[in-house]
């Protein structure tokens, strides 16, 4: 599953604490209670096996109107070990109406006791651990009326979803699709839900014929029934446990795609269908990709790809069959602006999961470090391939910073985690973004060959079973013949991250330099580091290979002229917080010479903080605006102090050229954004013609740009593009309304915030709240309210709820002094009060999703 935006942040809680900021996974919104629980207490043990699934035949049919689901299940199971006389299957909120043993073509009625959670079978006889039964179940599932909660990854766990059944939004289609992990499979067939069982799956489908369907495995069959339905039945003959266990329904484009003989397709809403392959065309090569570093070929039989509406979370690796929130349909216009190629990570991330999730499962969600982790590495390990080592850094500093982050709210969580208040609770920053961070220094201390044959020798040891840390453990010490216990004690089995304060003393008479780390986290833990330090000499670099091992540690390494620069961490690969006491000038030669990203972006953002003071310092910068990564550039360029002088006279020049050249439309907005600030009627050519940039983003920074120079002018050009705007365009649009807009704009807002998602949605919130600040309309306006007041429920975070009631307050206060002083509109005014302030107690009282 993905977390996004670096499984499962997209359906994350998000953190809203100041307008325009970004809206980041917040975890932390109930550490205190959380940590008093009781139920930290336990240990969270892998689910005991009493009987093994063998193999699961569905057949299905849906109740749209009802939101039901009645299914027909063929269990067929064995003992694990020790004989039994009774069967437990997980069946959520359903009826259950017949079960029976099925023997030689046979029903036999078997007694049985349910309470609504768990379904209790009295078998007809002991089973031997050599014998198999098939358990058959007629019932009906009821998604809708189950009452259960979902997690800061996963805001609702319900298992199975109907999507505008009844038809009755014009702006949605009709869905089914359903969501599993972590055991809501059971939701909507009865089964052990836990992830150490595995089985093989058939499902049968009907559905009407209009419709198309997609699950696991392949489609073995369909037939058109005589009263429009159809059904499809598809096949799985590899086992997978039931939380990979899937179905999709609705009216969907099939694009389709091959990779060595396999089918490859891509399931989206038929307008997206031109931009399929530009969303997913990179499947077949990262297939290969995969298949090539792990020494696995790609072991099922297909694999599609499919978006979900409402989708409860970012992505779900379900076997063969990922689904995908409905933020990854994007035009070819909108993935100019995809800068964090955020689509392609989620798509890694899932399909890497088809071998280590699927193929090899953690055998419980104490061990969701051997699904997770190694999704989260494998972003890295695609985007170090297909787009080069700067973007990969990149992606890798920005998962780093989501962890560190996240340290402050809940410290010293552990990666491999049998404590825990809810299982939910392992999918967060330390699970995904550290465990990611370690398997990339557990990469650099081991070497690549050993890397990535303790990833084969693991998969093939445990292929179509599960798996934990300590087998990872095995695999690596088995391939490097080393004892690797120290790693995993250290980043494995407990928490939190090293912070390093380094200092150096050259000693030009004995030639060397002394390098002394001092490691200061506050724990009583003393950090194993291996690592590079690279010494320059102008053109020369030597590396020395060292490890820390102390709380003070001093290296002494020879020179023969006195250093330019003395790289600690050269490959920039430790997760840890380094505070280097340099100077400035080393910076400066950092960031001209040293290769790695992280080295430039240190120095530039070092640097930054120098540039009105320091003429080698902004000489610099100005050199980096041309630097080879956009990132890099963009960073310099949105840090660039133009209300001073001289760095106005050093930068403005380049700033006008990349605002109309640059190869990055995130470098070309910047740009405009900072001339913007300006306001020079100089640029007011260059803005009117990036009002018609290919990008959305670059679109919105120019007509932003414009409003402060010529607000008229950009409200023609907003009203001009209003048809089809999309993200930074979208949101400049309803900015420039705001400054300058009436009632009659108020419908652009409707329908841009409707569309919109994730932090688009947030920022076009800020401005429709702006919006209606000010407007008459009644009925508009408890619209516009209650369109607001759904994207707080859709999130459920209570961050996000005070902060729209601090925005939404004042405007009561507001609407109220207006019908003081306007008679005629009174009435309206009051009205609008009155509903404003019952959605604000609304948000007030919202419960928070338990973590």
């Not at 997690?151 to 699709?177: E, H, R, V």
């Not at 982050?405 to 404590?419: A, D, T």
């Amino acid at each position: 599953m993905n977390q996004l935006p670096s499984k499962k942040i997209w359906g994350l809680l998000l953190s809203a604490t100041m307008a325009g900021a970004s809206l980041l996974p917040n975890h932390a919104l109930a550490q205190t209670q959380a940590e008093k629980d009781p139920a930290l207490e336990i240990y969270r043990a892998s689910a005991t096996k009493i009987n093994d699934l063998v193999n699961t035949k569905l057949d299905v049919r849906f109740d749209y109107a009802k939101r039901y689901l009645y299914g027909k299940a063929w269990i067929t199971l064995k003992p694990h070990f020790y004989a039994t006389d009774s069967l437990s299957l997980d069946a959520k909120g359903m009826d259950i109406n017949k079960v029976s043993l099925v023997k030689a073509g046979k029903m036999s009625p078997l007694k049985y006791k349910y309470d609504g959670w768990v379904l209790d079978i009295a078998l007809d006889k002991t089973y031997g651990n050599s014998e198999t039964y098939t358990v058959y179940i007629d019932y009906v599932a009821k998604p809708d009326e189950l009452k259960v909660e979902g997690s800061a990854a996963i805001n609702d766990a319900k298992g199975l979803y109907f999507i505008n059944p009844d038809g009755k939004d014009p702006k949605k289609p009709t869905q089914i699709w359903t969501q599993g992990e972590t055991e809501a499979s059971s939701a909507w067939f009865p089964t052990i839900d836990r992830p150490n069982q595995k089985t093989t799956e058939e499902i049968s489908m009907t559905v009407p014929d209009k419709y198309v369907t997609l699950s696991n495995g392949a489609l073995v069959k369909q037939k058109k029934n005589n009263d429009g339905t159809r059904t499809d039945t598809w096949k799985m003959d590899l086992p997978h446990s039931p939380y990979l266990f899937m179905m999709a329904v609705g009216d969907y484009a099939i694009i389709k795609d091959k990779w060595r003989g396999k089918e490859v397709n891509y399931y989206v809403e038929k307008e997206y269908a031109p931009y399929a392959k530009t969303i997913f065309g990179n499947t077949p090569e990262m297939l290969t990709f995969y298949s090539k570093i792990t020494g696995v070929d790609y072991p099922w039989v297909k694999y599609s790809q499919i978006t979900g509406r409402d989708y409860v979370s970012g992505a779900m690796e379900n076997t063969t069959a990922t689904l995908h929130g409905e933020f990854l349909q994007k035009t070819d216009r909108e993935l100019l602006d995809d800068h964090s190629m955020l689509g392609e990570s989620v798509i890694a991330h899932e399909l890497f999961h088809h071998w280590f999730g699927d193929y090899v499962t953690a055998e419980s969600w104490s061990n969701l470090t051997v699904n997770e982790s190694f999704a989260d590495y494998s972003e890295y390990l695609w985007f170090e391939h297909k787009f080069g080592k700067d973007m990969a850094d990149d992606h890798h500093y920005n998962s780093m910073q989501a962890y560190m982050n996240s340290e402050n709210y809940k410290p010293g969580l552990h990666l491999v985690r049998f404590h825990y208040h809810n299982k939910e609770d392992v999918f967060d920053a330390v699970t995904y973004q550290k465990g990611g961070r370690i398997l990339n220094m557990l990469r650099n201390a081991i070497g690549d060959e050993a890397f990535f044959k303790s990833m084969n020798l693991y998969l093939k040891t445990n292929a179509f079973k599960n798996g934990e840390a300590h087998q990872w453990r095995l695999a690596v010490e088995e391939v490097t013949g080393r004892d690797m216990n120290w790693f995993f004690n250290e980043w494995y089995y407990s928490g939190g991250y090293p912070t390093l304060d380094i200092n150096y003393f050259y000693n030009d008479a004995a030639k060397n330099v002394q390098v002394i780390v001092k490691q200061t986290q506050n724990a009583d833990k003393v950090y194993t580091l291996p690592m590079a330090i690279d010494v320059y000499e102008g053109s020369k670099k030597s590396r020395h290979k060292v490890t820390i091992t102390h709380k003070i540690d001093t290296f002494t390494l020879a020179y023969n002229t006195k250093p330019d620069f003395v790289n600690v961490d050269a490959e920039k690969v430790l997760l840890a917080k380094k505070v280097d006491h340099r100077d400035l000038s080393t910076y400066i030669f950092q960031l001209q010479n040293a290769p790695e990203y992280l080295d430039r972006r240190e120095s530039v953002e070092i640097l930054l903080k120098q540039q009105a003071n320091d003429p080698a310092a902004l000489k610099a910068l100005t050199g980096a605006l041309n630097d080879k990564f956009f990132i890099i550039r963009n960073i310099v360029v949105e840090g660039l102090k133009l209300d001073n002088p001289t760095v106005k006279e050093a930068t403005v020049s380049k700033l006008r050229s990349l605002a109309s050249n640059d190869p990055s439309s995130l470098v070309r907005a910047s740009a405009i954004k900072q001339l913007g600030k300006l306001k020079d009627a100089q640029d007011l050519a260059l803005l009117e013609k990036a009002t018609a940039d290919r990008s959305y983003q670059v679109m919105g920074a120019a007509i932003n740009a414009l409003a402060d120079i010529d607000i008229d002018k950009a409200y023609a050009v907003a009203k001009k593009n209003e048809k089809g705007a999309k993200g930074g365009l979208a949101i400049a649009i309803a900015n420039v309304y705001v400054k300058k807009g009436a009632d009659n704009d108020i419908q652009f807002f409707a329908d841009a915030f409707d569309q919109a998602s994730g932090q688009d949605k947030f920022n076009m919130g800020v401005q429709y709240i702006g919006m209606l600040r000010n407007m008459k309309d009644v009925q508009m306006f408890n619209k516009g309210v209650d369109q607001i007041k759904a994207m707080a429920d859709q999130f459920h975070n209570p961050n996000l709820n005070r902060y729209l009631v601090g925005m939404l307050q004042p405007i009561v206060s507001k609407k109220q002094s207006d019908a003081a002083k306007d008679a005629d509109n009174a009435a309206a005014f009051k009205a609008q009060a009155a509903h404003l302030q019952k959605v604000i107690e609304e948000l007030k009282a919202a419960p928070a999703d338990e973590e």
